[in-house]
């Protein structure tokens, strides 16, 4: 492996050190002075000045002009909001993926995308004996899974560039790895509503998935149904489309969404 960066690991024991900075405030103590936080974190309060300084030029930080102590700052809070939201997706859409999965028969997913990749955050097993298997929090790429292609459809192009890196990795034979060919697929999505995965993401596996939005309209995560291909034919795949759309803008109008 090759030797770390000149600086790194200074650079990683300040993003460390800042770290347990931000910590070490509570609701019992929101506001804490340099010296203090230096005693508590073990360093020279010249350091603790510079790291909150740092911070506070971030947003992360906010020092009270009457007395020079510091507190949280409001970029954490818009941070902690898109964490709560997207609690808040996962905790509106379990009942609903619960019918899906018993009208579909079939595994079905809650997926949100984190840069190149889709994570899942629920993933409920078909019951049949033969079904995909699934874990909770597993990431694949973006561009190949029906998930991934159902939020970057309706994503800001900055998005899109992230999860279109110059060289796409195949998962397997049928994966598309040239961009240009994924950027027509995600046209066919904002044109059908839907996305599919022909064993692009996974060989023996189809899948399709619906974008869901929230209050504001924007796409926030998707709704994800896949089979095995010996039962999830191409014909009976399409036969699902519905209730997968169906799935997803209910969850939607949960949200706030209004078409």
């Known amino acids: 492996m090759a030797d770390a960066a000149p600086g790194s690991t200074s650079r990683l024991s300040s993003v460390a050190a800042s770290l347990r900075l931000l910590k070490a405030f509570t609701a019992q103590e929101p506001e804490i002075g340099i010296s203090e936080l230096a005693r508590r974190l073990g360093l020279g309060k010249s350091t603790v000045h510079r790291l909150a300084s740092t911070l506070s030029a971030e947003g992360f930080l906010e020092q009270n002009p009457q007395d020079g102590r510091y507190r ?52 409920l097993e078909s019951q049949q004996a033969i079904r995909i298997r699934s874990y909770l929090g597993v990431r694949k790429p973006a561009f190949c899974t ?13 998005a899109v560039a992230r999860a279109l890196p110059p060289k796409l990795a195949a998962r397997t034979a049928a994966t598309l ?77 949960r949200l706030g969404y209004r078409a």
Do not use: C, W
């Open 146 to 158: 029906s998930e991934g292609r159902a939020i970057l459809a309706f994503s800001p192009a900055d």
């Open 177 to 253: 790895t040239d961009a240009a060919a994924v950027r027509r697929a995600l046209d066919e999505v904002r044109r059908a509503g839907y996305a599919v995965d022909d064993e692009e993401s996974e060989e023996g596996q189809r899948g399709i998935a619906a974008p869901v939005r929230d209050a504001s309209g924007s796409v926030v995560a998707a709704v994800g149904m896949a089979g095995p291909i010996q039962r999830l034919t191409k014909k009976s795949l399409r036969g699902m489309v519905p209730l997968v759309m169906e799935t997803a803008d209910v969850l939607s109008a």
């Open 72 to 123: 949280l700052g409001l970029a954490l809070f818009s941070l902690g909001t898109l964490v709560r939201r997207r609690m808040d997706i996962a905790t509106e859409a379990l009942p609903h993926l619960h019918t899906l999965r018993e009208k579909s028969n079939e595994t079905v997913h809650l997926a949100v995308l984190d840069g190149e990749d889709i994570v899942y955050l629920y993933n």
